[in-house]
């Protein structure tokens, strides 16, 4: 498995933007699709965004599509998750993960198995 850890995560007021990191390490990067989730207190995890293993194919979830932009850069094993007009609700636990067995990324979490530990992002209003 690939070692994942998020970083950028902050207190935001609502509006504004934050760059979310995510660090692989361990195995060969372009192997792994890429996706981000997130977690808020009291609810499920949530697919947010997911890109393929060359870059090429990106997907959203509904609430964040417009506002968010995920990217990965190859060369330096990393992927970024750009976060602009932030609100409220995307309050939440965010967390990279990895996926080798769907190059196109996927929404669905049981096909990730590498996890990061989370960088929390709050959005005040």
């Known amino acids: 498995q690939v070692l994942l850890v998020e970083s950028g995560g902050g207190l935001v007021q609502a509006g504004g933007s934050l760059r979310l990191s995510c660090a692989a390490s361990g195995r060969t990067f372009t192997n792994y699709a890429m996706a981000w989730f997130r977690q808020a207190p009291g609810k499920e995890r949530e697919f947010v965004a997911a890109?393929?293993?060359?870059?090429?194919?990106?997907e959203y979830a509904s609430s964040v599509k417009g506002r968010f932009t995920i990217s990965r850069d190859n060369a330096k094993n990393t992927g970024n998750l750009q976060m602009s007009s932030l609100k409220p609700e995307d309050t939440a636990l965010y967390y990279c993960a990895a996926s080798s067995s769907r190059p196109a990324g996927s929404t669905s979490a049981r096909y990730y198995s590498s996890w990061g530990q989370g960088t929390q992002v709050t959005v005040s209003s």
């Open positions: 890109i393929s293993t060359g870059g090429g194919y990106t």
